[in-house]
């Protein structure tokens, strides 16, 4: 079983910037893919980042240019680096692990930015 654990949320101001980071504790970490998710208050789940074992990146597109998701192999650390944050970007933040056919899921950070 991967143990996820996220860390990084808090409070911010509209416009501000967070780094959230996910630490996985599996010795297969360069061979997963990541992703985190957030969930909003009243809305489903959604994707936000998502980075491949070889790096390549995608996003959702309403982040696009104010996030930035990498990835440490030798730490075995996922990161999102969120700037120019938004009231709407109010969610907790999950992490996931893609490995094998197989998804695991971190707690959630919250984030929440005011206005």
């Known amino acids: 079983q991967a143990q996820l654990m996220e860390s990084g949320g808090g409070l911010v101001q509209a416009g501000g910037s967070l780094r959230l980071s996910c630490a996985a504790a599996v010795s297969t970490f360069r061979l997963s893919a990541f992703g985190w998710y957030r969930r909003a208050p009243g809305k489903q789940r959604e994707l936000v980042a998502h980075i491949n074992p070889g790096g390549n990146t995608r996003y959702k597109d309403s982040v696009k240019g104010r996030f930035t998701i990498s990835r440490d192999n030798a730490k075995n650390t996922v990161s999102l680096q969120m700037t120019s944050l938004k009231p709407d970007d109010t969610a907790v933040y999950y992490c996931?692990?893609?490995?094998?056919?197989?998804?695991?899921w971190g707690r959630g950070a919250l984030v929440t930015v005011s206005s």
């Open positions: 996931k692990e893609e490995r094998w056919g197989m998804d695991y």
